[in-house]
């Protein structure tokens, strides 16, 4: 498969690469804690899961705000 | 106000050590690119629909990321804070980590002071930071003059994140569950967009500062023109500060 990254981004990566970074970050911080734990506040590991990984920013940010349990 | 400063401290390691000041200002911190970038791809993306839809694309302008920066945030930006901050006084009641404070002599306004300070540093300094993130951003890739007022779009907006600061206060003074709170803040606003049709009350309705930000860019509009709607909003904000006080006071531990 002959995948050609579109010229605008290229011509924008000063702008690209930054966002790309932090988005995969918080998502990849949030779906480490959620797979590392059992217990959350309220869902469980598949709502989470998809939440983190199909809805960007909002999700990991949900899940640290409502999932996350407080005491460890 | 020893008491403020004391649990302010408190406030500010709490956020340090649960981690959510990092969380808040990297949501921010992408927020703040984002305007910019999507200004920049709309045109991209609508030509890349083909050219059956021969519609003749302006160029995106500062105008444009500007009113992508807005859009961003008074359609999401606010109600991250509000999630973030929904629990702040009753998530401390549930937990029951005030009682030992208050039998020892700890002001109950001054834990609704601190809350209420702690909530606007991070809500302001979240959204300052976005702002020149994206006025750097929008700088460099638009350089031209159509947006020439970019301070005097923001203050109506800082405004108004001191009014929802003092609401999501309230509401999470008011009721025991974080969800309540949230829902409690975000039925605020729906009531404040609906005020907003009785056209009597528009010059006074909290809502209007986050209505006019592209105008007051542009130079359209002047920041006098939001006089009552800041005088209102701030008034507001002090009401609802002063009854979350009154509350806390009776409040069962």
Known sequence: ?72 | MKDVTIFLKKEGLEVWRTKRLILILTVFVLFGLISPLIAILTPEILSSFGSELNITLPEPTSLDSWMQFYKNLTQIGIYILAVFFCGSVNGEIRKGSLVNLVTKGLNRSAIISSKFIMMMILSLSAILLSFFITAIYTAVYFPDNDSPHIVAGLIPFLVFVVFFSAIILLGSTLFDGSMASLLFTIGVIIVLYLVNIVEPLQAYNPIQLIGENLSLVEGTMELKALGLAIASSLLLAVTAYLFSMKLMNKKKL
Do not use: C, S
Not at chain 1, 9 to 29: G, K, R, S, V
Not at chain 1, 41 to 47: E, L, P
């Open chain 1, 1 to 72: 498969m002959n995948t050609e990254i579109p010229p605008f981004i290229l011509d924008n990566w000063l702008l690209f690469l930054p966002i790309l970074l932090i988005q995969l970050t918080l998502m990849a911080t949030a779906l480490v804690h959620v797979i590392r734990h059992d217990h959350y506040r309220i869902g469980n590991r598949a709502i989470w899961i998809a939440l983190i990984v199909f809805v960007q920013i909002v999700g990991p940010v949900l899940y640290f705000v409502f999932g996350k349990e407080e005491d460890e």
